[in-house]
């Protein structure tokens, strides 16, 4: 493979922030199918030229052509959820359960 590859990318039907990006001549015959089952319908989001200097929002674009030249696809996981998101998360689930224990 080149230093420049056009590469299309995939969003997730299942998992919001997942993405596939995969070299758009072969598409997504390199995904394993056991991770197509997980990842969902794939939706096209764009296609792009990649090169290994380009800017990428949360991904390094020399990390998505190694794994694309070398398994065929680059798949881009959510971010983690921040620490206090899940405080939050924690803390309204207690309060809502301890809300329905006061009605019981």
Do not use: N, W
């Not at 299309?8 to 596939?20: G, Q």
């Amino acid at each position: 493979m080149s230093d420049k590859l056009i590469c299309e990318v995939f969003k997730s039907s299942r998992k919001d922030e997942m993405y596939l990006y995969v070299d758009k001549r072969q598409g997504l015959t390199a995904v394993p199918e056991l991770l197509m089952e997980t990842f969902g319908k794939p939706v096209p989001v764009f296609t792009m030229l990649l090169t290994a200097d380009k800017k990428l929002s949360r991904v390094s674009a020399a990390d998505v052509v190694e794994g694309i030249k070398d398994k065929g696809f680059y798949l881009q996981m959510p971010p983690p959820k921040e620490p206090y998101l899940l405080d939050i998360h924690r803390a309204y689930a207690a309060s809502h359960d301890d809300a329905h224990a006061d009605k019981a």
